[in-house]
């Protein structure tokens, strides 16, 4: 068993179009502790995003693996990724991407449902988180009736209600302003501290970086120590 909840080895990853094709990752390795926070900054258009991606089994690799929990995610079903995506990761992303249709709460339980939670349970569970983002009072508002901090922080309990070993976020805080940004950070740390959930955070602000384990520069195709 790897030491790794989270590990790639010689990952690449190159886009096709009819005229060009576009090199974004070569050869990227990468090991994520249990507990550790690490940052990866660059450029625009250097590839965090689909690096996450990778991470996450969102999209596959052109060549190269991913291990999540010491399985090769490209050499199992469909489901069992699926199951061992619901399992051991939780997502955050810049623009949230919650179910606008439906209440915070509903947002929260939704991973657990799919990885077939009793219902009761998951509302029991996806309350206390809700509690632990400061958010007991706002349970039943939809999404459209909530400030962005507050939704960047519904977010965060969606992505920690299953205590997953290793969250992946891509600006977490990234359409918040300065203060608010600060603010949900905190949070974010302090849960993350707490859960000894280990992050691999994406981010252009490098105040969040600085506080992260380790830095990671993503520069032509290459993942390099800062
Ligand atoms: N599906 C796709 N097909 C073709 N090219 C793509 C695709 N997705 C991304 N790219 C290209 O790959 C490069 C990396 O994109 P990516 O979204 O990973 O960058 P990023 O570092 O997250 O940028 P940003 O900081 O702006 O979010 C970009 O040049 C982008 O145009
Ligand atoms: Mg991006």
Do not use: W
């Amino acid at each position: 068993m790897s030491d790794y909840i989270l590990e790639c080895v010689a990952l690449s990853k190159t886009y096709h179009d009819a005229y060009s094709k576009i090199e974004v990752l070569n050869h990227i390795d990468l090991q994520v502790k249990p507990g550790e926070l690490i940052a990866i900054v660059g450029h625009s258009g250097s590839g965090k995003s689909t690096l996450l991606h990778l991470l996450g089994g969102l999209d596959k690799p052109s060549s190269g693996q991913v291990m999540l929990s010491g399985k090769n995610l490209s050499s199992v079903t469909e489901k069992e990724k699926c199951r061992l995506r619901n399992q051991y990761l939780g997502f955050v992303y810049q623009f949230h991407h919650l179910l606008p249709e439906f209440t915070a709460l509903e947002n929260v339980c939704m991973p657990l449902l799919i990885g077939h939670c009793p219902p009761k349970m998951a509302a029991l569970k996806a309350e206390h988180l809700l509690d632990l983002v400061g958010l007991k009072k706002r349970l039943q508002h939809k999404i459209g009736e909530l400030s962005g901090g507050e939704r960047q922080r519904v977010a965060i309990a969606r992505a920690l209600v299953t205590y997953p070993a290793c969250v992946l976020a891509d600006e977490p805080t990234g359409n918040l302003d300065t203060k608010n940004a600060d603010t949900v950070f905190k949070l974010f740390i302090e849960l993350q501290k707490t859960l000894q959930t280990s992050v691999v955070m994406v981010t252009h602000d490098m105040q969040i970086a600085s506080q992260a384990d380790r830095i990671l520069v993503l520069r032509e195709g290459r993942l390099e120590a800062s």
